[in-house]
């Protein structure tokens, strides 16, 4: 395995959004509170359908019709819980895809006791910051080598094992985005420290990397995810004076994406 991992080739990361324009995936998300309506102008800006389905009985019935899932345990409570095992099994009984975002896995005992249990039904994708792929990696790769850090490149050998334990594609998140299926990686560059000072760019890009599951090539497609958020967040962080003005200008250059932007994936170092 490369200890550098290879960018992601423009070509494929353009013929994957070149797919997803054409797919326009219905994406069904059990997320939290905080970020639900940025997460579905994120989607709808794209070109995705976004439906938050959250009670039990008919988040178990609607994840069979969605194309993917997003399940993000950030504002956790026993109902929601009890929705998104629910909607995972569903998701799982119908080929469905379904993607985990750990948000804050490691400290509360509720939540990563929760992880666990979604891990074992075994997400297609798993999106993180640092410390929660540590943390969740942690819970399943004791002895693998998993040390704590907290950027994204020293969470890279965490999230190689967590694929490899959990068979899910993993996209650790950051100032560079890594993306494993444990065996392969691909490194995503671009963004603008400025996305972490509003609240949910990261649960849109779960929900974003649901929307890309669903395509054959898992890998090429959660990397490309990644690419269109960066992407979209360094052109909007480029014409903006702080966060208030970053969220109209960011739902404005994700629209704006067009499938050949996508070719150009430079990054001189990272
Ligand atoms: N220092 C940085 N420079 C450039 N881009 C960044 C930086 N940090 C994060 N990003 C980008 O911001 C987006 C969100 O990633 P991040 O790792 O902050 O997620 P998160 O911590 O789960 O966010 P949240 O929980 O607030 O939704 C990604 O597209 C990532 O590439
Ligand atoms: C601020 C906050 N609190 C719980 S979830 C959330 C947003 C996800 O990061
Ligand atoms: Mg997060």
């Known amino acids: 395995m490369s200890v550098q991992p290879a960018l992601l080739p423009g070509d494929l990361a353009a013929a994957s959004f070149s797919r997803f324009r054409s797919a326009a995936p219905l994406v069904h998300c059990l997320t939290n509170e905080v970020v ?5 102008n994120v989607l709808l800006a794209l070109g995705a ?3 938050m ?4 009985e008919e988040a178990a019935q609607f994840a069979a019709l969605a194309d993917a899932l997003l399940i993000n345990i950030g504002t956790l409570h026993a109902d929601r819980a009890r929705a998104m095992l629910a909607a995972a099994e569903t998701a799982n009984g119908a080929g469905r895809p379904w993607v985990l975002d750990p948000v804050a896995v490691g400290g509360l005992h509720y939540r990563t006791r929760f992880a666990r249990e979604l891990l074992a039904l075994r997400p297609a994708a798993i999106r993180g910051n640092a410390s929660e792929i540590m943390a969740l990696a942690g819970l399943d790769a004791r002895g ?6 907290d950027d994204s490149a020293a969470a890279l050998p965490a999230a ?5 334990c959990s068979g899910a594609v993993v996209a650790v998140t950051g100032a560079v985005d890594f993306v494993t299926d444990g065996e392969r990686d691909y490194a995503v560059c671009g963004g603008d420290p400025l996305m972490t000072r509003v609240v949910g760019t990261g649960c849109a890009l779960s929900a974003v990397v649901a ?7 898992r890998l090429a497609a959660v990397a490309t995810a990644c690419r269109v958020m960066s992407l979209a ?4 962080c480029a014409a903006v004076r702080g966060p208030g003005s970053f969220v109209p200008a960011f739902l404005d250059a994700l629209y704006a994406l067009e499938v050949t932007d996508l070719q150009e994936n430079v990054c001189e170092t990272y």
């Open 49 to 51: 359908s976004p439906a």
């Open 211 to 217: 929307a890309f599951a669903v395509q054959p090539d």
């Open 233 to 236: 967040g360094e052109r909007a």
């Open 144 to 149: 693998r080598g998993v040390d704590s850090a």
């Open 36 to 40: 639900q309506s940025f997460t579905a």
């Open 160 to 164: 190689r094992a967590l694929a490899q």
């Open 53 to 56: 389905v959250v009670e039990a």
